[in-house]
């Protein structure tokens, strides 16, 4: 079973990129939850900390624990059931990074897989034939000695999707410590390979609550080459 261990960065504390009445965004850095879990020590979180300075900050969607970049917060109900709404209804559009162990041959492709939780051991998602559809694309942005840097876009929106689709591609996340073990690549100790996840929502693009204006974020990835 995975042990987490939860050490929240301090700096940046909050990151935030914009907001209005409706909404607030902010650039999540890695090992930040989301939201709040169970345990008293999980207290502190995108959403709680936000909360200190906005109390009426809403959760509208989540990125895991150990992935960095753009989340969009509500500040209210209507615009909480909006932008939950575009997002369930694939009205926004997601777009990461990520650098990927090997070098990957195409220079892009799909993959389309479906996933569902691994019952024995969760957390953990697997492929599953008789889970929910999952579709990824990705695109290859550069290829470097022993690794791959990957412009990812899920069309779908399910738990590790892009996690477990690039361990299926045979190219796990750099940093992953959840899914970078007994894989091919499990000599090379891929999960100790970098200090962090090598994923981050670089780009988010979805229409404003109130205006139905266009908008995009951007936070730039932190994963340069060497």
């Not at 935030?16 to 850095?29: A, E, M, N, T």
């Not at 990927?100 to 034939?129: C, F, M, R, T």
């Given at each position: 079973?995975?042990?987490?261990?939860?050490?929240?960065?301090?700096?940046?504390?909050?990151?935030?990129?914009?907001?209005?009445?409706?909404?607030?965004?902010?650039?999540?850095?890695?090992?930040l939850l989301?939201?709040?879990g169970r345990?008293?020590?999980?207290?502190?979180?995108?959403?709680?900390?936000?909360?200190?300075?906005?109390?009426?900050?809403?959760?509208?969607?989540?990125?895991?624990?150990?992935?960095?970049?753009?989340?969009?917060?509500?500040?209210?109900?209507?615009?909480?059931?909006?932008?939950?709404?575009?997002?369930?209804?694939?009205?926004?559009?997601?777009?990461?990074?990520?650098?990927?162990?090997?070098?990957?041959?195409?220079?892009?492709?799909?993959?389309?897989?479906?996933?569902?939780?691994?019952?024995?051991?969760?957390?953990?998602?697997?492929?599953?034939?008789?889970?929910?559809?999952?579709?990824?694309?990705?695109?290859?942005?550069?290829?470097?000695?022993?690794?791959?840097?990957l412009q990812?876009?899920?069309?779908?929106?399910?738990?590790?999707?892009?996690?477990?689709?690039?361990?299926?591609?045979?190219?796990?996340?750099?940093?992953?410590?959840?899914?970078?073990?007994?894989?091919?690549?499990?000599?090379?100790?891929?999960?100790?390979?970098?200090?962090?996840?090598?994923?981050?929502?670089?780009?988010?693009?979805?229409?404003?609550?109130?205006?139905?204006?266009?908008?995009?974020?951007?936070?730039?990835?932190?994963?340069?080459?060497?």
């Open positions: 079973m995975q042990i987490f261990h939860y050490q929240p960065p301090a700096l940046p504390w909050l990151d935030i990129r914009y907001r209005d009445r409706d909404l607030i965004v902010i650039s999540k850095p890695s090992g989301s939201n709040p345990a008293p020590e999980t207290h502190d979180c995108a959403l709680t900390r936000l909360q200190r300075l906005y109390p009426d900050t809403l959760l509208v969607h989540r990125l895991d624990c150990a992935t960095s970049g753009i989340m969009v917060f509500a500040r209210n109900k209507k615009a909480e059931s909006n932008l939950k709404t575009q997002f369930q209804d694939r009205h926004t559009e997601k777009l990461y990074i990520a650098e990927v162990a090997g070098i990957v041959e195409p220079d892009e492709g799909e993959i389309d897989l479906p996933l569902g939780a691994d019952k024995l051991n969760p957390p953990w998602q697997q492929v599953d034939i008789e889970g929910k559809s999952a579709l990824t694309r990705f695109k290859v942005l550069e290829r470097r000695q022993d690794s791959t840097l990812l876009m899920p069309l779908t929106g399910r738990t590790h999707q892009l996690r477990v689709h690039m361990l299926a591609l045979g190219h796990p996340i750099l940093g992953d410590d959840f899914y970078g073990q007994d894989t091919p690549f499990a000599d090379t100790t891929v999960e100790l390979a970098r200090p962090r996840l090598c994923l981050h929502a670089q780009s988010l693009s979805l229409s404003h609550p109130y205006s139905g204006k266009p908008l995009q974020f951007v936070s730039p990835h932190p994963f340069s080459g060497s």
